[in-house]
C-alpha cells in the first residue's frame, strides 16, 4: 500500500512563481519527512527536512510545511527559477524503522 | 571524489542473461540500499544492508540477489534478465540504519531486449 501520497504527478511553474508540492502520509509512527530533489540523469538529493515538532522549516527559497494533526505536510520554493527543473520526492521515515518510504514524485518544469 | 560511485553507468543486454551492478561507497556509512526507479520514477526499496547484514529484502524476484563484501560495497546481482527488468537502479548509504539521510549513486540504467 502507498503510504505517502503525493500530488500532483506534474507541475509548471513561470520563473519568479511559487512552487507547492503536498505529500500526505497514513502511518502517525512516521517521525521524518525528507524532500529529495532528483535531476535527469542523476540520483535523488536530500534537499530538506523536518520533524513532527516543528510546523515549519526554511532553508533559502525551499521550505517545508508541516501539519500533523492532518497528517500532511508540503514544500514551496519561492522565486522558482529554471534551475530548480526536477522531480521533487517526499519521503517519510520512523525511528524504530529501517527505511524512507517515498512518494510517488513530482516533475517540476519551470519556464523562463 | 565521489561519494556513492554504481558501475557501470548503462548496461544494455538481452533477456536470459546475467548481469552484475557495483556499488562502492566512501562516506564510511554502515547501511546501503538498492532502489529500482521505474519509468514511472517511482522509487522502490529492493534491499538494505547494515554492517554486511541483509536488513531489508523486498518482495522481489529471487532472481535478484545482493552481495556485500564489506560494509563500503554492495553489488546486485541478476540472473535470467526479463523485459520488465528495465529499469533505472540506484544504490545508496546512509550513516544510521534507520535510513534517514540517503545519499544516492548516479544510477545504472539497465536495458534488456
Known amino acids: 500500500q502507498q503510504q505517502v501520497k503525493q500530488s500532483p504527478q506534474s507541475l509548471i511553474v513561470q520563473k519568479g512563481g511559487i512552487s507547492i508540492i503536498n505529500c500526505a502520509y497514513e502511518n502517525t509512527a512516521f517521525d521524518y519527512f525528507p524532500w529529495y530533489q532528483q535531476f535527469p540523469g542523476k540520483g535523488p538529493a536530500l534537499l530538506i527536512a523536518i520533524r513532527p515538532d516543528v510546523s515549519e522549516k526554511k532553508e533559502g527559497r525551499f521550505t517545508i510545511s508541516f501539519n500533523k494533526s492532518a497528517k500532511q505536510f508540503s514544500l514551496h520554493i519561492m522565486d522558482s527559477q529554471p534551475g530548480d527543473s526536477a522531480t521533487y520526492f517526499c519521503a517519510a521515515s520512523k525511528t524504530s524503522g529501517s527505511r524512507l518510504t517515498f512518494g510517488e514524485g513530482t516533475q517540476l518544469t519551470v519556464n523562463p | 571524489d565521489t561519494a556513492v560511485s554504481q558501475t557501470p553507468k548503462y548496461l544494455v543486454t538481452q533477456m536470459g542473461n546475467d548481469k552484475s551492478i557495483k556499488c562502492e561507497q566512501n562516506?564510511?556509512?554502515?547501511?546501503m540500499y538498492w532502489y529500482k526507479q521505474d519509468s514511472k520514477k517511482f522509487l522502490k526499496i529492493m534491499f538494505s544492508?547494515?554492517?554486511?547484514?541483509?536488513?531489508i529484502n523486498e518482495t522481489v524476484p529471487n532472481r535478484f540477489s545482493p552481495k556485500s563484501p564489506d560494509k563500503a560495497h554492495l553489488n546486485l546481482h541478476i540472473n535470467s534478465l526479463e523485459l520488465g527488468d528495465s529499469a533505472v537502479y540506484f544504490c545508496?548509504?546512509?550513516?544510521?540504519?534507520?535510513?534517514?539521510?540517503?545519499?544516492f549513486g548516479p544510477g545504472t540504467r539497465l536495458t534488456v531486449t
Open positions: 562516506l564510511g556509512h554502515d547501511t
Open positions: 545508496a548509504s546512509s550513516q544510521d540504519h534507520g535510513g534517514r539521510r540517503q545519499y
Open positions: 544492508y547494515n554492517n554486511k547484514e541483509l536488513i
